[in-house]
Structures are given as structure tokens and as C-alpha cells.
């Protein structure tokens, strides 16, 4: 089940290929999602594809990631099954979640993604649970769950941080703080807006990082990750990046009003992408780009090819 | 054997059977041992099975759904049905919805046992009984036992199911005494009981309300009135076959719940009966639950509070048309005393 550590050159390659295929992906979706056949709202990762790439580039394939709604990004990083998540998107039956979940629950047991909710900080918890059984169960298993900022708001946040400290689980808490809870600026919510100083108060690591560097996010996942594997518990990993687009939906929001257009492009001049320029050649960009384009024609395709579930409930249920 | 022993028997034979059920609490490495429910279990089973958990309801909750989808069998206890409303997301938002969500690729065998505190001036929050709350929510399911045998029956039907369930306790029962098998067994969630015959009006009873409902039934004998008690045993999914072959037999019913009438599962009871059997009634059928408010704590206004016999007694004569409402019974239940 080893990851065997790539060479370095190789490495970089990997991450930035990564980084393309999720936002290639979500290009492809925002380009056709006004033809109607994707009925689910969509929370685009776009700016935030150092995060889960740089984090799931340390984990086994039998380590496991919780993400939260915006989950696109940490699906396919942790190696979901592109054409099983396009068909979910369409409501089809083969769909990851069988037409049951949409975007918001994307799954792929056999990658370790795990469920993933729609309702902020949900699946925090979930992660500790993993993370407990790990435990229990004498594994090396490692846990990470991804929030946003708006998570560490809520009570269960703090309820799971002492947990997890408390039994020191192999556990990595990762927030990606792009400063908005929908379109409310954290300064609105906050009072004390520095995220990773709440593992202070529970004895364990917690750092801030530049979010859209995505070796910083790889070289200080690492650290966390070992820390976990190792059985000494959790660390907290505040990543600083932007979303690009609207909370939930395809557009750009700036004429709302709660943000300029000129604090967005300057987020987009340093996004992740942009930042992981030189992690790979143009000729490699321009070969994997094509190759990422080939893989996305081929989801869609399998997506609107298959069929929509037939039966709400199991014949003979009860209604 | 006592309901609280039964429990306990349950559990202890549950994770000798399983190695993949634990308990997890707030409280539950206290000495008191939940009532004695959990007596001895730490000291068989170690802190690694019988996790003690902060007062952080919400998470351990979440905790036990993250568990439960890596193959667990998390046991959640709470001392207070209460308490469980500060888990309502992951309950209801997450434990209930994860089988469904995700096109059933994953179970949540989750049990959480949450206890009723009915007696000595426990108050208006913890008392409580939530019967219908978590009768509502598709992808739960819910147990109240009436007797020491259900008990141990329905707690591990409870474990061994893959979904999640809640087992409402009524502490209120704890000393009550009967005989249960001492070998492992299971009574099967979903069908109700019928715990007496009878031919002119059928109680259907949830809880407490049982053993009320057989004492009305004695006393109503005495006036000539057959009655058929039936123990619904699961709220969640509701045994509609068995009540309904009862009223089809009495064409009469009441309903005797220890929860609020609105919305509740003596309204559902009723109202199972008048879509599917309205022509087999010969009368309107009768609630018997709480007044609408909640459970006061002085003795002298507690007593106004909770039914009993006496009104399933009035009501079930009502529903019969017949005068023979003297002489009635009350309730003999001994009372919880102290300290919480």
C-alpha cells in the first residue's frame, strides 16, 4: 500500500499535473454547466488546488481524506474516479453516490475519500472517528479532514480538536482559509482570526502556510503526517488561499460587492497555478494537458451516456 | 433479573461476541456506572472499549459515525435523553442520511442508549422523552423497551443492526424484575407484542405506559371489559400489522404514550388505523399522553403530570361506551429516588 517517494523533478511534475487536471476539470464545468445536465450546485475548488494536492501527495493510498463540500479537488487528488464523480454531477446511476449525493457528496472508498457533507464542519468528527478505529485497530493508518474557515466557528470543531488531543490520534486538520464564510469576510466573523492558533490551546502543532505554494503545502503535510503515523497526534495546518469564483455556482461575484474585482485578480496572479509555473516544462504542460483534455472528454461522455436511476425506493418499501 | 442487570448483560455479552462494539460516554467510567448498566465493563474490557468521552455530545456522536463506517460498532450512552439533542446534526444531518447519500455503499451500525429520567424532581430537562422526535427522521431507527426480557432483546438487535438506532430507556423501569434468558438472544426492531388478549378494546402501549396499560386491563376485566394490550416495542419502523390485526378483532383504541400528544407516535398510531382500517372502528379512538408542557419537578404538580392506569383505565371505557368507570386503579410504579 507504500507511496514510494517520487524523485523530486518527478515529484514537481506530479503536483502540478494534479493541480491542472482539477482545475482543467472544473474549467470543463463551468464551461458546460449552462446546458442544464449538471443539476447539482457546484462548489468550485478553483484557487484552492495547492491545498489538496500538496496534503494528499504525503498519504498512502490507505490513509483517508474527509473533505467537505468543496470536495472536487480532494476527490481527485486523492485518486477518485474522475468519470464515477462526472456522473454523480449528472445524476446518473453511475454515479459515485448513485445519483444520491450530487456535488456535495462526492465518495470513493476504495481511494479513501470518505463522504463528504454539505453541512459545515461535518465531517470533522467523522475524521476522528477514522482516526480512533485506526487506533483501536493497531493500524498506521493516517486521518486528514479538510474545512473552511467558517468550520472553525462552529462547536464541534473545538469539541473534536480536544479529542483529538486528548487521545492523540493520527489525525491532520487542515483548514483552508480563503477569508470568506459564503460572502462574509472572516473579520466579520472572527475575533481572533489567526485559525492555527487554536491547537495552542490544546497542546498539539498548529501552523499557518501559504495555500497556493503547493511544495510549502507538501513539505508541512509531511511533517504532520509523520507526526500522525508516528502515534505523537494531530497537527492543525492553516492554509491561506482564494476562491475565485462565487461560493456555490460558476460566475465570478465581485459586483455583489463584498469583494473587489481587484482583490480577486490579485489573489489570481498568486494562485497555485501560477505560483507551481516552474514545477514543470512547457512542453510537459502542454503533453499533460492534452492528455488531462482526453481523460475529461471521456468522462463526460461515459456521465451522459449513462443511465439515470430508475426507482426512488427498493420494490416492496414501505412509502 | 432487573432491566438495569438486563442492559448490562446485553452489553457485556455484545462485546465478548463482537470486537468491533465499543461504549463511548460522557460518564461512563464513573463509578456509578450508569445506573450499574455498565457495571464491570471498564474493568473487562479496558479504557480501549469503553472510551470515556468529553462533554462534547456533538462530537462523540460524529465520533461514532466516523467509527461506524470503518466496520464499528459504536454503543453511545447518555445519561439523559436531553443530552441528545446537542447531537441532533450528526444525527440526523449525518448518521441517518450517510447510507443514502452515498448510494448505500457504506452501513452506520451506530447505537446510542439515552436514558429518560422521569422521577424525583428531575425537571422539565431531564425528563424528557423524545419518542416521536427521532420516530420522524428516515434512516433512524427507535426502540423503547417496557420490560427487562426487550431489554436485553432490543439492545442487541440494536448492536447487531447496520443502521442507526436509538435506544430510549426509561430509567423509570430500572428496578423492575423478570425473567430473561440468560443466553444471547435478540428481539427483532420492528415488531410490536402483544402482551395480553382481549376482545373489546385495544391499548396499544409504548414504554412505561405497558405495564400501565395491563393494570387498567385488570381492572377493566373486573368491570367486564376485555381489553388487548399491545407493546409497540419499535417506534421506528412501526409494527402496523400487528395493531392492526388487533383493532380489526375490537374495533375500539387507545393509545398510551409517555411523550406529548402533537405530531406524536400515538397520533401515528391512530392515524395508520383510520387510512387502513377507518370502517373496522366502532368508535373514536383515544390518546392517553402527556399535558402539553413540560415536565414540572414538585412532587404535588409531577403527579398531575404523568397518566397512568387510571386514565388508560377512563379512556378505554370511554372508547367501550360503557359506565363501568368506578372503582378505579392507580398507578403503583415505584419511584426514582435520588440523587440524579
Known amino acids: ?319 | 433479573m432487573k432491566f438495569r442487570e438486563a442492559v448490562r448483560d446485553a452489553t457485556i455479552q455484545a462485546m465478548d461476541n463482537d470486537p468491533t462494539v465499543f461504549l463511548i460516554g460522557v460518564g461512563i467510567i464513573d463509578p456509578r456506572a450508569v445506573w450499574g448498566t455498565l457495571s464491570g465493563a471498564l474493568e473487562k474490557f479496558g479504557a480501549d472499549r469503553v472510551v470515556e468521552g468529553p462533554l462534547s455530545e456533538n462530537a462523540l456522536t460524529g465520533i461514532c459515525v466516523g467509527a461506524a463506517t470503518f466496520g464499528m460498532r459504536p454503543v453511545l450512552v447518555h445519561h439523559r435523553i436531553d443530552f441528545v439533542m446537542l447531537t441532533m446534526d450528526q444525527l440526523v444531518n449525518h448518521a441517518a442520511k450517510w447510507p443514502a447519500m452515498f448510494g448505500r455503499q457504506q452501513t452506520v451500525p451506530l447505537v446510542v442508549r439515552a436514558v429518560v429520567g422521569r422521577g424525583w424532581g428531575n425537571g422539565p430537562q431531564h425528563t424528557q422523552s423524545h419518542h416521536a422526535v427521532f420516530s420522524h427522521i428516515p434512516g433512524l431507527k427507535a426502540v423503547v423497551p417496557s420490560n427487562p426480557r426487550d431489554a436485553k432483546g432490543l439492545l442487541i438487535a440494536a448492536i447487531e443492526d447496520d443502521e442507526p438506532v436509538i435506544y430510549i430507556e426509561h430509567r423509570w423501569l430500572h428496578e423492575d424484575n423478570a425473567e430473561v434468558p440468560a443466553e444471547y438472544f435478540s428481539t427483532p426492531i420492528g415488531r410490536a407484542a402483544v402482551v395480553r388478549h382481549g376482545r373489546d378494546v385495544t391499548v396499544v402501549a409504548v414504554g412505561p405506559m405497558v405495564s400501565e396499560s395491563l393494570k387498567a386491563a385488570q381492572a377493566l376485566e373486573q368491570a367486564g371489559l376485555s381489553a388487548e394490550v399491545i407493546d409497540v416495542r419499535t417506534l421506528r419502523p412501526l409494527d402496523s400489522e400487528t395493531i392492526l390485526a388487533s383493532v380489526g378483532k375490537t374495533g375500539r383504541l387507545v393509545v398510551a404514550d409517555s411523550d406529548w400528544s402533537p405530531c406524536g407516535i400515538a397520533g401515528e398510531v391512530i392515524a395508520r388505523v383510520a387510512e387502513t382500517a377507518f370502517d373496522a372502528l366502532k368508535a373514536r379512538p383515544v390518546r392517553v399522553t402527556w399535558p402539553d408542557t413540560p415536565v414540572p419537578s414538585s412532587e404535588t404538580i409531577e403527579a398531575q403530570f404523568y397518566p397512568g392506569a387510571r386514565e388508560i383505565q377512563v379512556a378505554a371505557t370511554r372508547v367501550c361506551e360503557s359506565r363501568a368507570d368506578k372503582g378505579v386503579v392507580s398507578s403503583t410504579v415505584k419511584h426514582f429516588e435520588g440523587p440524579f
Open chain 1, 1 to 319: 500500500m507504500r507511496k514510494a517517494t517520487p524523485a523530486r523533478s518527478d515529484l514537481k511534475r506530479e503536483l502540478y499535473g494534479q493541480m491542472l487536471r482539477i482545475r482543467r476539470v472544473e474549467e470543463r464545468i463551468k464551461a458546460v454547466y449552462h446546458l442544464r445536465e449538471m443539476r447539482s450546485p457546484p462548489h468550485l475548488y478553483m484557487g484552492h488546488e495547492a491545498v489538496a494536492v500538496g496534503v494528499c501527495a504525503t498519504l498512502r493510498s490507505d490513509d483517508v481524506v474527509f473533505p467537505y463540500y468543496r470536495s472536487h479537488g480532494w476527490y481527485l487528488a486523492k485518486g477518485g474516479d474522475l468519470k464515477a464523480m462526472l456522473a454523480e454531477l449528472h445524476g446518473r446511476e453511475t454515479g459515485c453516490s448513485r445519483g444520491w449525493g450530487g456535488s456535495m457528496h462526492l465518495i470513493d472508498l476504495r481511494a479513501g475519500v470518505m463522504g463528504t457533507s454539505a453541512i459545515v464542519a461535518g465531517t470533522i468528527s467523522h475524521a476522528a472517528g477514522a482516526a480512533l478505529t485506526f487506533r483501536m485497530r493497531r493500524q498506521d493508518r493516517v486521518a486528514v479532514v479538510s474545512f473552511g474557515d467558517g468550520a472553525i466557528e462552529e462547536g464541534v470543531f473545538h469539541e473534536t480538536l480536544n479529542f483529538a488531543a486528548l487521545r492523540k490520534l493520527p489525525l491532520v486538520f487542515v483548514c483552508e482559509n480563503n477569508l470568506y464564510a459564503t460572502n462574509t469576510h472572516i473579520r466579520d466573523r472572527q475575533a481572533q482570526p489567526e485559525i492555527y492558533r487554536h491547537a495552542e490551546r490544546f497542546g498539539f502543532p498548529g501552523l499557518r502556510a501559504d495555500g497556493n505554494d503547493v511544495l510549502a503545502v507538501y513539505q508541512h503535510a509531511r511533517t504532520a503526517v509523520a507526526r500522525a503515523r508516528r502515534g505523537e497526534g494531530p497537527s492543525l495546518l492553516e492554509f491561506q488561499t482564494y476562491r475565485i469564483l462565487e461560493h456555490c455556482g460558476i460566475n465570478e461575484d465581485h459586483e455583489l460587492g463584498y469583494r473587489t474585482l481587484a482583490e480577486v485578480r490579485r489573489w489570481q496572479a498568486k494562485g497555485p497555478l501560477q505560483k507551481g509555473k516552474r514545477l514543470a516544462s512547457e512542453a510537459e504542460v502542454r503533453r499533460m494537458t492534452a492528455e488531462i483534455d482526453a481523460q475529461i472528454d471521456a468522462a463526460f461522455e461515459y456521465a451522459r451516456s449513462s443511465p439515470f436511476p430508475a426507482a426512488l425506493l427498493a420494490e416492496g418499501a414501505a412509502r
